[in-house]
């Protein structure tokens, strides 16, 4: 069976989906890669435009904002657990909604909530509390 060397295995895990650098060294880490190779593929992959955080960041934002009722802060704390920088972050999180439409988004996810719990849907704490949790 033929060795993997570092370029391939970051290729095979960037088939499956986007990653930040902070992700591919972690994944590379795993496989077995030295440092010195990790960082070297991370410098190869960075010239090849094929590992770009910020591409990532824009990327990660729009699937969450597309599929979730969350708030900007919940998307900035996923962000964050991928290590992106602070000023990514800031930047991908200002182009993807305005305030008007970041107040919509809370009040459909309210609504949703309300239907689903309708025994508690006057009751403000747990109408704050819901909001909080999901990053408004």
Known sequence: MKKSTAREIAIDILSRRDNSIHEMRIKLKRKKVSQEDIEETIRWLESKKLLDDRAFAQKRVESIFRTKLVGPKFIQSKLREAKIAGEICDEVLESLAS??????????????????????KDDKIRKMRFLASRGF
């Open 99 to 120: 305030e008007e439409e970041w107040k919509a988004r809370a009040q459909k996810a309210l609504e949703t909530w309300q239907k689903i719990h309708i025994k508690h």
